[in-house]
């Protein structure tokens, strides 16, 4: 049976991303809505605490990333502010993409400088990963890479890339031209000046406000073959965009959780007919459901954060997808091959993400459902939960 109980070094790690996130992030939330990103001055906060820089040591990180750490970070972090949350994670999953699937040359030229102890709080990396016709998962990606000696030709869109606009490790995920499943999954660093590319920042946003995004728009555009990360269809790649899914997921309990604590404490204090709305069984009911539904969501959250830590031991990075080091393949073809364990991995992080989103979604309605008027009232944060997860779709 797996054990999801945090270890004595993961439970410092997500007190501290709690105090965090209710002494910073939730205080700041407002006014990073309307200056529509985060605050130099929190960055450099949380860079100074090694949570923004989960890098080996030798590129000056804090230590190599665990899915089931972050995910207890990324929670915390959406408890106090999911947009600003989104802002962080977001930016992190450039340079950790190419850390999973980049060379070392790629490893050395994009992660070091988020690592650098006077600057690197100002660097902001981007993942290019949901299209405007599909959501977060791998068969949604449709935009397509095409190889032509040592160029590669790109067509296609991307849809709410986090700081897609101003990043410097913009990295984008597509399948080669004529491949499916995970086969031609394949990841690439796009320099900031590319012919055939349309950027287009995302304006008049419902939530996430202050986690600027934008949209591309390729259109034949050029790319140098050496910007792909690894080969098509490697072990990071898939690693990458699982852990993606397993991170939003993470924000969107951390959203759940915020919403249920807050209507839970507003429907203790407020007294509606000589006593608190609480007690009505019409409140009990909707505050129990969002504690059941909420603690579900976790539970294949942190599956998928363990299958996710599981897959990853012992492999170097960008290792081709073919077998475990556990498994064998014999001549007469009855070994067990891993690609059932990755498909299972990104079945789990996918359907998690999903699920939690779903989560946050409600739960961050019937918040405001709970406190009636006063819940769309900006003396209060649940209307602006409740559209940064909508936003999260």
């Known amino acids: 049976m797996l054990n999801f109980a945090p270890t004595k070094e993961q439970e410092e790690i997500r007190n501290l991303a709690r105090s965090l996130a209710v002494e910073q992030l939730r205080p700041q939330a407002r006014e990073a809505e309307q200056k529509g990103d985060i605050s130099p001055e929190l960055m450099q906060t949380l860079a100074q605490t090694g949570l923004t820089t989960p890098f080996p040591e030798e590129f000056g990180g804090s230590g190599a990333i665990e899915a089931m750490t972050y995910t207890l970070i990324a929670e915390e972090l959406g408890f106090g502010d999911g947009a600003l949350a989104m802002n962080i994670i977001g930016s992190l999953m450039g340079p950790v993409t190419v850390l999973l699937a980049g060379n070392e040359h790629q490893q050395q030229q994009y992660i070091t400088p988020f690592c650098d102890p006077r600057d690197g709080f100002e660097q902001r990396g981007s993942l290019a990963f949901a299209e405007r016709t599909g959501g977060y998962t791998l068969a949604d990606v449709s935009t397509t890479a095409r190889r032509d000696g040592d160029r590669v030709f790109l067509n296609g869109t991307k849809r709410d890339v986090i700081h897609g606009w101003e990043s410097g490790t913009r990295v984008v995920l597509l ?219």
Not at 271 to 286: K, L, N
Not at 297 to 303: I, K, P, T
Not at 342 to 359: C, D, G, K, N
């Open 175 to 393: 399948r080669l031209e004529d491949t499916v499943g995970s086969k031609g999954l394949c990841a690439l660093t796009v320099p900031s000046k590319v012919d055939g590319l349309q950027i287009s920042v995302d304006v008049q946003k419902l939530g996430l406000i202050a986690a600027p995004s934008a949209s591309y728009s390729f259109t034949d555009a050029v790319i140098a073959a050496s910007c792909m990360l690894g080969e098509p269809g490697n072990r990071g790649v898939i690693r990458a965009a699982t852990l993606y899914n397993i991170l939003r997921a993470g924000v969107a309990c951390g959203m759940a959780r915020a919403a249920f604590e807050y209507a839970m404490d507003y429907a203790k204090e407020r007294v509606a007919f000589g006593r608190p709305i609480a007690s009505y069984q019409g409140i009990a009911f909707m505050v129990s459901e969002m504690a059941m539904k909420l603690d579900a969501a976790r539970l294949l959250l942190w599956r998928a954060a363990t299958s996710w830590d599981r897959t990853g031991a012992g492999y170097p990075q960008g290792a081709p997808l073919l077998y475990t080091k556990d498994e064998k393949q014999t001549e007469d073809g009855k070994g067990y091959s891993s690609q059932s364990l990755w498909l299972e991995l990104v079945r789990e992080a996918e359907s998690a993400q999903r699920q939690a989103v779903e989560i946050a979604k409600s739960a961050t309605i019937d918040a405001v459902q709970i406190m009636g008027g006063a819940g769309f009232m900006q003396d209060h944060p649940t209307e602006m939960w409740m559209r940064n997860a909508a936003a999260m779709e």
